[in-house]
């Protein structure tokens, strides 16, 4: 038959040099491409012998095929699958070599800024052109299945290809690459090492349905050909029924793709059907990560599309509060670019990630319901990072809620929901009450609480720094506010005790005159003094106004790299200590009050310290103290 050779337009040249040495970042995929062409084939003949019976083609045993000669440098992907006829390998590679390629070249140089490349992915010519990547010569053969002719089409990717029919092609398609010399320094391995093809194979091409063979080397002065090895499992345990993986098989998975020895804590399924399919494989670890929290941290799940590997860290799956889910995600068709190592922004991918989350908060929700023991396990090691959900995604915030446990003043060491709370709530009570700090016990002897444990009103003890976060953005939970007691004016005498307000009344009067003097003598670093009900032991403590940053939040979001001003705090004292009173009395008492403002001083230094903070200037703090401890001498 003769052979027709064809000239590559200008573009075509331009488009084979940008596949060469552009599009993909890893040469290793060009193998990934050929299978998953090889695999599409597969797939093709055994729909298209499914749809025609009478089709003439062999069935018996689809595979695929991989072959090296290390003599010849060579190796070649074979498949027995559906072939191409003589026009189909012009048209399915010609979306390259042929009319039609300045177009092309446009959208693939594009395809950084748009998502208009959908029909590119999954055209034959595209990863099959990847292999002169690591070639110096692609030749292909095929033969159609039904059809008694083959094709042969050749090109060195330079100037020209070759186009040649052929009577003695098998059914399907061979793919042989002339192999470049390796240069590990250009990241181009020796492709004819056995060892090279396999670790490829494991990494992206695992989970294709049919079997992956290669004749492993000869060994010794053995004369037999060895009998081919299967090279991938084909075990896609995300796409067999439940009751035919056991659990075991689940648990070596999540080791593998989560590098952990450790059984999971919990796995989760998921199968979307309809206009577009997909299948979800999640585990829940058993423990956190030591690098959960760092910004070199590798989030999200390992992405397949048809079985063949795509992505390791998928980010877009799944939202960054829920980075510590491990699993893989397998779908029918998505958009990716040329190279497949881009995933567009598109509504199927958003599609995905609302599932997915819905489906990781409701398995905690069960969990939490059915297990208090794994849920205990799983709220301690991603409680925490869970919390981040509450500020970064509304959507999801009454599911988040729904599953978030805290410590409280309730009990020891049993945490509560804020249903629960709301339930134990006295009767009066409007609000959902917090405190926020380093550890429990400081929450637990700070002045702020005081008034609230004579009354046996429970407070949510929140250590973690995302909770000073949260509780601002969250704002209530049906229908109760959450207030932190270290904020805003709190008067809890006029939940429980007839006649407050006219005490309240009084002491404002019988104080107002201390107040006022100390508002002026403080006035560079509170913006008010008044009265507290919130104290019942200590003489003073310090708070934020209602709308302020607490202290904790300022530095936090300095620490982030944002300068906020710092925000003057309120003065409170408590009218019924002997300290105050006393103070009181003296102001009242004395024309020269310098004493008494160092008194004041280090009355507010003393607030200050209370709740875990320091004095504005320690030196002269502890000055002003060991005076007053050497007069009491």
């Known amino acids: 038959m003769p052979t027709e050779t064809f000239e590559f337009q200008v573009e075509a040249r331009q488009l084979l040099q940008l596949m060469i040495h552009s599009v993909y970042s890893n040469k290793d995929v060009f193998l990934r491409e050929l299978v998953s062409n090889a695999s599409d084939a597969l797939d093709k003949l055994r729909l298209e012998k499914l749809w025609d019976d009478s089709l003439d083609a062999d069935v018996s045993d689809p595979h695929i095929e991989i072959d090296i000669d290390k003599d010849a440098r060579t190796l070649t992907v074979r498949d027995n699958g559906i072939g191409m006829s003589y026009d189909e390998v012009g048209g399915l590679i010609g979306t390259i070599a042929n009319s039609g390629t300045a177009k092309f070249l446009q959208e693939l140089r594009e395809a950084q800024d748009k998502a208009g490349e959908d029909g590119l992915i999954g055209q034959f010519g595209v990863g099959f052109y990847s292999g002169f990547m690591v070639a110096d010569e692609v030749t292909l053969l095929t033969r159609r299945a039904g059809e008694s002719q083959g094709t042969r089409w050749s090109s060195r990717g330079e100037g020209t290809y070759t186009l040649e029919k052929v009577d003695d092609a098998p059914q399907g398609t061979s793919v042989t690459l002339h192999l470049k010399p ?17 670790e490829i194979i494991k990494r992206y091409s695992d989970f294709i349905t049919w079997p992956i063979r290669m004749v492993p080397e000869k060994s010794g002065d053995d004369d037999s050909t060895p009998e081919p090895e299967t090279l991938n499992s084909m075990k896609a345990l995300w796409a067999r029924p439940r009751d035919e993986v056991s659990d075991d098989e689940y648990h070596e998975l999540y080791k593998h793709i989560g590098h952990d020895w450790r059984d999971p804590l919990e796995t989760i399924r998921l199968q979307a059907e309809g ?7 999640l585990f829940l670890p058993a423990h956190a990560p030591h690098d959960l929290f760092t910004r070199d941290f590798k989030r999200g799940v390992q992405l397949y599309v048809k079985r063949v590997f795509i ?8 939202p960054p509060y829920l980075r510590f889910v491990k699993g893989v995600v397998d779908a029918a068709d998505l958009s990716l670019n040329v190279s497949r190592e881009i995933l567009q ?5 958003e ?3 609302r599932r997915l989350t819905k ?11 059915k297990d208090q023991e794994r849920y205990g396990t799983f709220w301690r090691e991603f409680g925490t990072v869970l919390k981040e959900g509450l500020v970064t995604d509304a959507e999801n915030r009454d599911a988040i809620l729904a599953v978030a446990s805290f410590a409280s003043t309730h009990h020891d060491t049993e945490p509560t929901t804020l249903k629960q709370y709301v339930e134990r709530m006295k009767d009066g009570q409007e609000d959902i009450y917090y405190l926020t700090g380093d550890s429990r016990q400081s929450i637990e002897n700070s002045p702020h609480m005081e008034a609230f444990r004579e009354r046996g009103i429970e407070v949510l003890l929140l250590t973690d720094p995302v909770d000073e976060v949260w509780a601002d953005a969250v704002g209530e939970y049906e229908g109760k506010k959450l207030r932190s007691v270290a904020k805003g004016q709190i008067d809890l005498d006029a939940e429980d005790e007839d006649g407050a307000d006219e005490d309240r009344e009084k002491q404002t009067e019988e104080y107002a005159g201390l107040l006022g003097w100390m508002k002026e003598r403080l006035d560079e670093d509170i913006k008010d003094v008044r009265l507290s009900s919130r104290l019942t032991v200590s003489p003073a403590c310090v708070v934020s106004d209602a709308h302020d940053l607490t202290p904790a939040l300022e530095n936090m ?4 790299g944002q300068e906020v001003p710092r925000a ?17 009395q003296a102001y009242k008492e004395r024309e020269d009050r310098t004493e008494l403002a160092e008194t004041a001083e280090l009355l507010y230094s003393l607030a200050v310290l209370a709740e875990g903070g320091q004095p504005k200037e320690p030196a002269r703090f502890v000055k002003l103290m060991a005076d007053r401890l050497e007069r009491a001498l």
């Open 275 to 281: 206009t577009f399919e997909y299948q979800a494989l």
């Open 182 to 198: 390796a240069d590990p320094e250009n990241q181009l391995h020796d492709y004819t090492s056995p060892w090279k093809i396999r």
């Open 351 to 353: 599609m995905m990630r």
């Open 359 to 369: 489906k990781v908060l409701s398995t905690v929700k069960e969990m939490m319901t």
């Open 311 to 318: 992505m390791d860290d998928c980010e877009a799956l799944l």
């Open 345 to 349: 922004q598109d509504r199927h991918i």
């Open 557 to 560: 979001y300095r620490a982030m």
């Open 568 to 584: 003057k705090r309120i003065l409170e004292l408590n009218p019924d200590h002997q300290l105050v009173k006393g103070l009181n």
